[in-house]
T-cell receptor, first 115, second 110 residues
Framework: DSGVTQTPKHLITATGQRVTLRCSPRSGDLSVYWYQQSLDQGLQFLIQYYNGEERAKGNILERFSAQQFPDLHSELNLSSLELGDSALYFC??????????????FGEGSWLTVV | GQQVMQIPQYQHVQEGEDFTTYCNSSTTLSNIQWYKQRPGGHPVFLIQLVKSGEVKKQKRLTFQFGEAKKNSSLHITATQTTDVGTYFCVRGTGGFKTIFGAGTRLFVKA
């Protein structure tokens, strides 16, 4: 158990809909990361927050948005969903803000299926 | 530019055989990390390499960082079925972003 909690674990929704994925980081971790992993694909970095502020953006679509709240939990909002958005979405957390030496702890992931 | 290339993409081995995955960058890396993801699981941190030419061992796993800090390797001696999974190398970009390699998926036949 990494200490990172993600909900829901599984989600099936229709195209055009909007979903919210939730993440609670490890106790004491201020940095939260979101990654997308499609079938047989590597991990695509989406976005990072540190102590409530956005720090870095990766390959995140405009239809997607995220935020980190004062209690440090984070939400990833996915809207106007398309079939291609079906993927495993990981949240991860770390103590520090920047590389190097920043071990990242991953949650179990949220499986999103768009039908 | 900042991508890391991992080879091979897939590797099938017989249990007991050795396995090596390589991670290459066109630019110098400040450090590199390795993660393992079991089938159906999430990535788990294995190790971090920082120094040029560094070699670290974890039981049957040997990690190396190249002298020029542009490549790294993970070698597993005498693979076991528990080694099955995808191995990722990860680099930073000098700031906040992390970049994962595409991973090497290891299959071990008992």
């Amino acid at each position: 158990d990494s200490g990172v909690t993600q909900t829901p674990k599984h989600l099936i929704t229709a195209t055009g809909q909007r979903v919210t994925l939730r993440c609670s980081p490890r106790s004491g971790d201020l940095s939260v990361y979101w990654y997308q992993q499609s079938l047989d694909q590597g991990l695509q970095f989406l976005i990072q927050y540190y102590n409530g502020e956005e720090r870095a953006k990766g390959n995140i679509l405009e239809r997607f948005s995220a935020q980190q709240f004062p209690d440090l939990h984070s939400e990833l909002n996915l809207s106007s969903l398309e079939l291609g958005d079906s993927a495993l979405y990981f949240c991860a957390s770390s103590v520090r803000e920047v590389w190097p030496g920043n071990t990242i702890y991953f949650g179990e992931g949220s499986w999103l299926t768009v039908v | 530019g900042q991508q890391v290339m991992q080879i091979p993409q897939y590797q099938h081995v017989q249990e007991g055989e050795d396995f090596t995955t390589y991670c290459n960058s066109s630019t110098t890396l400040s450090n590199i990390q390795w993660y393992k993801q079991r089938p159906g699981g999430h990535p788990v941190f294995l190790i971090q390499l920082v120094k040029s030419g560094e070699v670290k061992k974890q039981k049957r796993l040997t990690f190396q960082f190249g002298e020029a800090k542009k490549n790294s390797s993970l070698h597993i001696t005498a693979t076991q079925t528990t080694d099955v999974g995808t191995y990722f190398c990860v680099r930073g970009t000098g700031g906040f972003k992390t970049i994962f390699g595409a991973g090497t998926r290891l299959f071990v036949k008992a």
